[in-house]
Protein backbone atom coordinates (compact mmCIF):
# COMPACT_ATOMS: atom_id res chain seq x y z
CA UNK A 1 0.00 0.00 0.00
CA UNK A 2 1.06 3.34 -0.81
CA UNK A 3 0.34 6.76 0.70
CA UNK A 4 1.14 9.98 -0.65
CA UNK A 5 0.57 13.24 1.90
CA UNK A 6 1.32 16.07 -0.02
CA UNK A 7 1.28 20.16 0.97
CA UNK A 8 1.35 19.09 4.75
CA UNK A 9 3.89 20.94 7.11
CA UNK A 10 5.72 17.69 8.04
CA UNK A 11 7.26 18.26 11.40
CA UNK A 12 10.02 15.68 12.58
CA UNK A 13 13.18 16.08 15.23
CA UNK A 14 15.05 18.87 12.78
CA UNK A 15 12.03 21.07 12.21
CA UNK A 16 9.11 21.78 10.17
CA UNK A 17 8.22 22.66 6.89
CA UNK A 18 5.68 22.15 4.01
CA UNK A 19 6.76 18.85 2.17
CA UNK A 20 5.21 15.56 0.98
CA UNK A 21 5.66 12.38 2.15
CA UNK A 22 5.50 9.04 0.66
CA UNK A 23 4.97 6.01 2.73
CA UNK A 24 4.96 2.33 1.25
CA UNK A 25 3.79 -0.68 3.46
CA UNK A 26 4.30 1.68 6.20
CA UNK A 27 7.83 2.78 5.69
CA UNK A 28 8.29 6.38 5.20
CA UNK A 29 9.89 6.26 1.68
CA UNK A 30 10.70 9.83 0.65
CA UNK A 31 10.99 13.07 1.75
CA UNK A 32 10.65 16.55 -0.08
CA UNK A 33 8.73 18.90 -2.22
CA UNK A 34 7.04 18.34 -5.31
CA UNK A 35 7.03 13.80 -4.75
CA UNK A 36 5.54 12.67 -8.13
CA UNK A 37 5.30 8.38 -7.24
CA UNK A 38 6.20 6.21 -9.80
CA UNK A 39 3.26 3.56 -9.16
CA UNK A 40 -0.04 4.53 -8.39
CA UNK A 41 -1.08 5.37 -4.85
CA UNK A 42 -3.61 7.01 -2.35
CA UNK A 43 -2.95 10.64 -2.22
CA UNK A 44 -3.95 12.78 0.98
CA UNK A 45 -3.91 16.54 0.59
CA UNK A 46 -2.93 18.16 3.80
CA UNK A 47 -2.79 21.74 2.89
CA UNK A 48 -2.67 23.45 6.11
CA UNK A 49 -2.62 20.49 8.10
CA UNK A 50 0.76 19.33 10.46
CA UNK A 51 1.95 15.72 9.79
CA UNK A 52 3.53 14.57 12.86
CA UNK A 53 5.19 11.04 13.62
CA UNK A 54 2.70 8.65 15.30
CA UNK A 55 3.17 9.84 19.16
CA UNK A 56 4.55 7.37 21.91
CA UNK A 57 3.27 7.25 25.47
CA UNK A 58 5.53 6.37 27.73
CA UNK A 59 3.46 5.99 30.64
CA UNK A 60 0.10 4.03 31.05
CA UNK A 61 -1.56 2.01 33.25
CA UNK A 62 -3.77 -0.20 31.43
CA UNK A 63 -5.35 -3.79 32.89
CA UNK A 64 -4.15 -2.12 36.27
CA UNK A 65 -5.70 -3.52 39.31
CA UNK A 66 -5.42 -1.65 42.73
CA UNK A 67 -7.73 -4.09 45.38
CA UNK A 68 -10.05 -1.61 45.24
CA UNK A 69 -10.59 -0.61 41.74
CA UNK A 70 -9.25 -1.84 38.15
CA UNK A 71 -8.52 0.87 35.73
CA UNK A 72 -11.89 1.99 32.90
CA UNK A 73 -8.99 1.30 29.83
CA UNK A 74 -8.18 -2.31 28.70
CA UNK A 75 -5.37 -2.78 26.33
CA UNK A 76 -7.78 -2.31 23.29
CA UNK A 77 -10.09 0.79 24.53
CA UNK A 78 -6.70 2.45 25.64
CA UNK A 79 -4.99 1.78 22.83
CA UNK A 80 -8.02 2.23 20.54
CA UNK A 81 -7.99 6.11 22.43
CA UNK A 82 -4.12 6.53 21.91
CA UNK A 83 -4.37 6.11 18.22
CA UNK A 84 -7.76 8.08 17.70
CA UNK A 85 -5.29 10.95 19.23
CA UNK A 86 -1.99 10.24 16.92
CA UNK A 87 -0.12 7.75 19.30
CA UNK A 88 0.80 4.75 17.61
CA UNK A 89 3.54 3.66 20.55
CA UNK A 90 2.53 2.86 24.51
CA UNK A 91 4.29 1.49 27.00
CA UNK A 92 2.54 0.33 29.81
CA UNK A 93 3.42 0.26 33.38
CA UNK A 94 2.38 -2.81 34.89
CA UNK A 95 0.69 -3.33 37.89
CA UNK A 96 2.03 -5.56 41.27
CA UNK A 97 2.03 -8.93 41.39
CA UNK A 98 1.16 -11.16 44.09
CA UNK A 99 3.16 -11.12 47.11
CA UNK A 100 6.78 -13.35 46.63
CA UNK A 101 6.26 -13.54 43.02
CA UNK A 102 8.99 -13.68 39.97
CA UNK A 103 9.68 -10.63 38.26
CA UNK A 104 8.68 -12.17 35.01
CA UNK A 105 5.14 -13.07 36.94
CA UNK A 106 3.62 -9.91 35.33
CA UNK A 107 5.23 -9.75 32.36
CA UNK A 108 3.51 -12.83 31.95
CA UNK A 109 -0.14 -11.64 32.62
CA UNK A 110 0.38 -8.36 30.94
CA UNK A 111 1.28 -9.63 28.04
CA UNK A 112 -1.59 -11.99 28.38
CA UNK A 113 -3.90 -8.45 28.68
CA UNK A 114 -2.46 -7.37 25.53
CA UNK A 115 -2.44 -10.11 23.39
CA UNK A 116 -4.90 -9.90 20.28
CA UNK A 117 -6.31 -6.68 22.21
CA UNK A 118 -4.00 -3.46 21.65
CA UNK A 119 -4.11 -2.03 17.95
CA UNK A 120 -1.16 0.09 18.41
CA UNK A 121 2.39 -0.93 19.19
CA UNK A 122 3.31 -1.62 22.73
CA UNK A 123 5.68 -2.84 25.37
CA UNK A 124 5.86 -2.73 28.94
CA UNK A 125 8.59 -1.23 31.87
CA UNK A 126 9.20 -4.23 34.65
CA UNK A 127 7.94 -3.39 37.99
CA UNK A 128 10.26 -4.59 41.06
CA UNK A 129 8.23 -5.06 44.24
CA UNK A 130 10.80 -6.91 46.59
CA UNK A 131 14.57 -7.70 46.01
CA UNK A 132 16.41 -10.27 46.49
CA UNK A 133 18.93 -13.15 44.20
CA UNK A 134 16.63 -14.45 42.20
CA UNK A 135 14.89 -11.64 41.46
CA UNK A 136 18.53 -9.63 40.67
CA UNK A 137 19.24 -12.58 38.23
CA UNK A 138 16.05 -12.64 36.00
CA UNK A 139 16.83 -8.61 35.64
CA UNK A 140 19.34 -9.13 32.62
CA UNK A 141 17.23 -12.43 31.02
CA UNK A 142 14.29 -9.82 31.08
CA UNK A 143 16.31 -7.12 29.38
CA UNK A 144 17.40 -10.01 26.70
CA UNK A 145 13.82 -10.63 25.96
CA UNK A 146 13.93 -6.46 25.21
CA UNK A 147 12.74 -5.19 28.59
CA UNK A 148 14.87 -1.78 28.35
CA UNK A 149 12.98 -0.42 31.86
CA UNK A 150 11.80 -1.12 35.17
CA UNK A 151 10.15 0.64 38.09
CA UNK A 152 10.66 0.75 41.57
CA UNK A 153 8.26 2.28 44.40
CA UNK A 154 9.28 4.65 47.24
CA UNK A 155 6.05 3.94 48.84
CA UNK A 156 2.54 1.86 48.88
CA UNK A 157 2.75 -1.73 49.83
CA UNK A 158 5.83 -3.32 47.88
CA UNK A 159 8.17 -0.34 48.64
CA UNK A 160 11.77 -0.87 48.70
CA UNK A 161 14.42 0.68 51.33
CA UNK A 162 17.65 2.31 50.09
CA UNK A 163 19.58 -0.59 50.00
CA UNK A 164 17.30 -2.35 47.73
CA UNK A 165 17.13 0.57 45.56
CA UNK A 166 20.71 0.21 45.45
CA UNK A 167 20.71 -3.06 44.65
CA UNK A 168 18.31 -2.74 41.95
CA UNK A 169 19.99 0.13 40.74
CA UNK A 170 23.51 -1.48 40.10
CA UNK A 171 22.06 -4.52 38.50
CA UNK A 172 20.07 -2.66 36.05
CA UNK A 173 22.45 -0.30 35.58
CA UNK A 174 24.47 -3.46 34.78
CA UNK A 175 21.94 -4.87 32.61
CA UNK A 176 22.08 -1.94 29.94
CA UNK A 177 18.65 -0.59 31.88
CA UNK A 178 16.63 2.21 33.00
CA UNK A 179 15.70 2.66 36.16
CA UNK A 180 12.06 4.25 37.26
CA UNK A 181 10.79 5.70 40.11
CA UNK A 182 7.72 6.77 41.56
CA UNK A 183 9.36 9.13 44.24
CA UNK A 184 7.36 9.83 47.80
CA UNK A 185 8.94 9.80 51.31
CA UNK A 186 6.49 6.72 52.62
CA UNK A 187 7.10 7.56 56.13
CA UNK A 188 6.78 11.45 56.35
CA UNK A 189 3.31 10.84 54.10
CA UNK A 190 2.41 8.62 57.02
CA UNK A 191 3.55 10.88 59.98
CA UNK A 192 1.13 13.37 58.45
CA UNK A 193 -1.59 10.83 57.85
CA UNK A 194 -1.76 9.45 61.49
CA UNK A 195 -1.47 13.31 62.65
CA UNK A 196 -4.50 14.45 60.41
CA UNK A 197 -6.65 11.15 61.17
CA UNK A 198 -5.68 12.21 65.32
CA UNK A 199 -7.02 14.96 64.87
CA UNK A 200 -10.25 14.04 63.16
CA UNK A 201 -9.64 15.41 59.91
CA UNK A 202 -10.34 12.81 57.58
CA UNK A 203 -12.35 14.75 54.59
CA UNK A 204 -11.04 13.86 51.45
CA UNK A 205 -8.80 17.05 50.95
CA UNK A 206 -6.77 15.92 53.67
CA UNK A 207 -5.46 13.80 51.14
CA UNK A 208 -3.69 16.30 49.32
CA UNK A 209 -2.54 17.86 52.16
CA UNK A 210 -1.13 14.83 53.72
CA UNK A 211 1.53 14.58 50.59
CA UNK A 212 3.55 18.02 50.66
CA UNK A 213 5.44 18.53 48.03
CA UNK A 214 8.93 18.36 49.97
CA UNK A 215 7.78 14.36 50.45
CA UNK A 216 8.16 14.21 46.72
CA UNK A 217 11.31 16.18 46.72
CA UNK A 218 12.74 14.63 48.87
CA UNK A 219 12.42 10.85 47.54
CA UNK A 220 13.74 12.87 43.82
CA UNK A 221 16.75 14.13 45.79
CA UNK A 222 17.36 10.60 47.62
CA UNK A 223 17.03 8.90 44.52
CA UNK A 224 19.42 11.22 42.75
CA UNK A 225 22.32 10.50 45.41
CA UNK A 226 21.40 6.83 45.35
CA UNK A 227 21.90 6.56 41.86
CA UNK A 228 25.31 8.41 41.94
CA UNK A 229 26.44 6.14 44.84
CA UNK A 230 25.41 3.23 42.33
CA UNK A 231 28.22 3.82 39.58
CA UNK A 232 26.11 6.84 38.05
CA UNK A 233 23.29 5.03 37.41
CA UNK A 234 20.60 6.51 34.48
CA UNK A 235 17.81 7.30 36.02
CA UNK A 236 14.37 8.19 34.89
CA UNK A 237 11.62 10.04 37.50
CA UNK A 238 7.94 9.56 36.75
CA UNK A 239 5.00 11.96 37.21
CA UNK A 240 7.22 15.11 38.46
CA UNK A 241 4.38 17.47 39.99
CA UNK A 242 6.83 20.27 42.02
CA UNK A 243 9.22 22.69 41.24
CA UNK A 244 11.26 21.86 44.03
CA UNK A 245 11.50 18.07 42.74
CA UNK A 246 12.56 19.91 39.46
CA UNK A 247 15.25 21.81 41.11
CA UNK A 248 17.23 18.92 42.40
CA UNK A 249 17.08 17.68 38.56
CA UNK A 250 18.23 20.39 37.12
CA UNK A 251 21.37 20.62 39.69
CA UNK A 252 21.85 16.92 38.79
CA UNK A 253 21.76 17.71 35.15
CA UNK A 254 24.19 20.34 35.40
CA UNK A 255 26.63 17.88 37.16
CA UNK A 256 26.00 15.87 34.00
CA UNK A 257 23.90 13.00 35.63
CA UNK A 258 22.12 11.45 33.24
CA UNK A 259 18.79 11.91 35.05
CA UNK A 260 15.34 12.49 33.20
CA UNK A 261 12.05 13.71 34.51
CA UNK A 262 8.41 13.65 32.67
CA UNK A 263 5.02 15.13 34.13
CA UNK A 264 1.44 14.55 33.05
CA UNK A 265 -0.87 16.91 31.61
CA UNK A 266 -3.03 16.83 34.43
CA UNK A 267 -0.68 17.57 36.77
CA UNK A 268 0.39 20.52 35.00
CA UNK A 269 -3.28 21.84 35.06
CA UNK A 270 -4.20 20.60 38.34
CA UNK A 271 -2.83 21.81 41.66
CA UNK A 272 -3.21 21.07 45.20
CA UNK A 273 -5.15 24.33 45.60
CA UNK A 274 -8.01 23.66 43.12
CA UNK A 275 -7.93 19.93 44.63
CA UNK A 276 -8.22 21.06 47.92
CA UNK A 277 -11.03 23.51 46.57
CA UNK A 278 -13.30 20.67 44.93
CA UNK A 279 -13.09 18.08 47.41
CA UNK A 280 -13.94 20.81 50.90
Known amino acids: ?26 IVRQLGTDISPQLPCEEIDASGCYVFPGGVDVHTHFNIDVGIARSCDDFFTGTRAAACGGTTTIID ?48 MMVEEGLSSFKLYLTYQ ?13 RLHESGALTTVHPENDAAIASKRAEFIAAGLTAPRYHALSRPLECEAEAIARMINLAQIAGNAPLYIVHLSNGLGLDYLRLARANHQPVWVETAHNISCWTNAVTIQKMA
Open 158 to 170: YKLNDDEVLQALR
Open 93 to 140: HMGFGPNGCRLRHQLEVYRGYAAHKAVIDYSFHGVIQHINHAILDEIP
Open 1 to 26: MRVLIKNGIVVNADGQAKQDLLIESG
